[in-house]
């Protein structure tokens, strides 16, 4: 049920100013988006013509904690097809990223662990200027499970085939224990730091 | 005329996990007598990951600078990279004010906006061509091969560069180099499930059993791509797959640089045929 009193009429407005999320208001409710979603298959419940409806009505606590959120491929199927432009793909991310500030924040908490896998990677990014799978490995488990000697644990077992295959084809071995790094890592932290400042 | 120079962005995974498909452009584009220059000391797109768009503009801005300076266009093997890579470079060529913000930041990041960015399946059939292509045809690739292209080759359509359902470029190819595209439907476009692998293993995993058995079914030899992350999934963690729903696969899953190479008659082992994970000998018996 909705309860109009706890509707934030804001919201699509907070939305649109996110880079990403600026066509919201085009949306005329035609389903295509939900209709083409290769998720559907695997979770019918999946729909997110629904997640642009409530943020339109202004259901923000609703939205900001939907784990639909975090399920998104990216697959751009959705935007691909819209016939009002709106980007969905676009858009989830850009109310992806209110939620995490908002967790940030301490207002909400999301159960997903996908955060903290994109968060892993960007430090990636942020100390290598390339993608360092290893210490992406590390410390995705690390907070996934709460510490690094349970991440390790769970790392292992989960790594044991898969990468015992990648080894034995040579994708896998001493080389990737350490870091490939970009030779500029002082303006891989600007321009981190710089959207950090201006985020707020 | 091409342009028969390109500055070559290889993508994170291509020093580990993609190393086949790294091994097989540059072999094919030598052979092709392209010329690719590495962009010096490149960085990484952002990937899936970085869900901030000015994040990544800022992340590409440097590698856009860096071509730019050098007068090159980049060409790139993987899709997502394409795509983060496109993005911004629409974003920036499309405002000063974007690229002066970002300037701010960094001398590094200057850019004018005067490079074009373009995926290696892009390069292969608009740029040099299926004619040029078919005229150094060494060897007859007897296959049936299920085109997979993923998600960034046709979609969105800000960055898209075939059909976004029922794309032909890949399908092009493999007639180009005898073989036969079986009809792989709206699976050919379908996302392999790869950006939930490591946070939604379950729903990644039924996203790639479905491409796996579509192709399966459809009776190909084995699977062309274009795309590092369709590769973890569709090549690496096939036998994960396979024992997670007890079904059994066993489809060789080859980079699409790879089926071109050893038609234009290059060594097996120059294309890195012995990394892919599942063997792929059963293809090379039927390279004549
Ligand atoms: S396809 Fe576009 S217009 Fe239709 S419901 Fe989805 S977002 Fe709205
Ligand atoms: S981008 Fe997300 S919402 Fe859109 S079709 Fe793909 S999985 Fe569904």
Known sequence: ?200 | MSNRKYGYYPGCPSESTAIEQDMSVKAVFEKLGVELEELEDWNCCGAAEVEDPELVYALNARNLAIAEKKGVNIMTPCSICYYNLERSNKALKGSEELRAKIRGIDDSLAYNGGVEVKHVLDVLVNDIGIEELSGKIEKKVNVKVAPYYGCYIGRPPLTAFDDPDAPVLMDQLIEAIGGEAVPFDYRKAKCCGGPLMMTMQDIAFKMARDVLEGAKNAGADCIALACPLCGMMLDAKQEDIEEAFGIKIGLPVLYITQLLGLALGIDASKLGLNKNVVDTKPILGKVV
């Open chain 1, 1 to 200: 049920m909705i309860k109009t009193w706890e509707l934030d009429p804001e919201f699509k407005y907070e939305i649109m100013k996110e880079s990403g999320g600026e066509h919201l208001t085009a949306c005329f409710q035609c389903s295509t988006c939900t209709l083409g979603c290769p998720l559907t298959e695997i979770i019918p419940t999946y729909n997110p013509r629904k997640i642009i409806q409530m943020s339109l009505l202004g259901m923000r606590n609703e939205v900001l904690t939907n784990p639909d959120l975090w399920v998104c491929l990216i697959c751009q199927t959705c935007t691909a097809r819209c016939p009002q432009d709106v980007r969905i793909a676009d858009l989830l991310g850009a109310i992806r990223r209110i939620a995490e500030r908002e967790e940030e924040a301490g207002k909400l908490k999301i159960e997903s662990v996908r955060p903290s896998f994109d968060k892993a990677f960007m430090h990636q990014i942020q100390k290598y200027g390339r993608l360092y799978d290893m210490g992406l490995a590390m410390e995705y488990y690390r907070e996934k499970e709460g510490s690094f000697f349970k991440g390790m644990m769970t790392m292992s077992k989960d790594y044991k085939k898969f990468g015992m295959r990648l080894f034995k084809k040579g994708k896998m071995g001493v080389k990737s224990m350490f870091p490939v790094k970009v030779k500029d890592r002082e303006v891989m932290k600007k321009i981190f730091e710089h959207m950090e400042a201006e985020k707020g």
